[in-house]
């Protein structure tokens, strides 16, 4: 009598790789950046505000009040267009994650493995990318028109802009998860911080000279701060009291916008 032997063949096993939120954010990030980089003509398109300002508003404020500002007036305008083009930068790039919700594509990256958090972070540290660029950009522009460079304080700018902007970034995200259904009002909400802001930051015209009522908001502005650090360091001086409540108000600003950008994500894929 033959006797039939059943072999059992032990199941293939699939090894689920080990996750990490770091490289999750990689993943992300490069996710996003792909499309910059087939299209880097994106990145000189946003550089024409920048240079609009710098072209036509620089010379009317050379004139009228170029001798009261102290370095001159290149010195004391650079910088802050270049804080104003991460504000205008960052606080629009929820409008991207908008026009995933309306293509699905956000959905489809929610049921992906990748952590919840990384989709903020990595987007946030996105935007970082072409921001750097145009700031270099604009620099070597300016450079030959007198804008003295001071690399070691450009180089700490740069660190303090993106701190800065990942906050103010996520808070776009926020926003744009938060009126996903009524994506109209990201625009109305933005634009309404957004000019306030930048006046009473003292970005384009000093606030000494204004009411006093203008320069007591001043001080509850996190971007005055920003503004005053960025020209400190453009002009050499790493080690000022200005610098130090720079970092604070980019610090405070990137952990409240982290914190509430990530709530909101997290609260999105439920």
């Known amino acids: ?58 010379p009317l404020l050379a004139g009228s009040m170029g001798g009261t500002l102290d370095g001159g007036v290149w010195q004391w305008f650079v910088p ?27 959905e489809r990256m929610l049921v992906t493995p990748l952590s919840r958090s990384s989709l903020l ?15 270099v950009i604009v620099i070597a522009v300016m450079v030959p028109f007198g804008f003295d460079l001071h690399l070691d304080g450009a180089i700490v700018g740069l660190v303090l802009l993106a701190a800065f902007g990942i906050g103010l970034g996520s808070f776009s995200y926020a926003l744009a998860i938060a009126v996903r259904k009524q994506d109209w009002m990201f625009w109305v909400v933005q634009q309404t911080f957004l000019f306030p802001l930048m006046i009473l930051s003292g970005m384009l015209l000093p606030l000494e000279t204004g009411p006093e009522w203008m320069r007591v908001a001043s001080k509850f502005n996190p971007l005055s701060y920003l503004v005053e ?4 360091l453009f002009a050499g001086d790493v080690w000022s009291t200005a ?23 997290l609260r999105s894929a439920d």
């Open 229 to 232: 650090a960025e020209r400190t």
């Open 80 to 106: 802050a267009i270049l804080v104003m083009t991460t504000l205008f930068g960052t606080s629009a790039t929820g409008s991207n994650l908008l026009f995933e919700f309306q293509t699905g594509a956000h």
């Open 1 to 58: 009598m033959t006797t039939l032997t059943a072999s059992t063949v032990a199941a293939p096993t699939t090894r689920v790789p080990n996750r990490s939120l770091f490289r999750d954010i990689r993943i992300v990030m490069v996710r996003e950046l792909k499309p910059v980089l087939r299209d880097p003509f994106s990145l000189l398109f946003g550089m024409i505000q920048p240079l609009i300002f710098l072209a036509l508003f620089g």
């Open 243 to 265: 610098v130090l409540w720079g970092f604070v108000a980019a610090i405070v600003t990137g952990a409240l916008g982290l914190t509430v950008g990530i709530r909101t994500m």
């Open 121 to 135: 972070v990595g987007r946030a540290l996105k935007e970082m990318v072409p921001l750097f660029g145009q700031a």
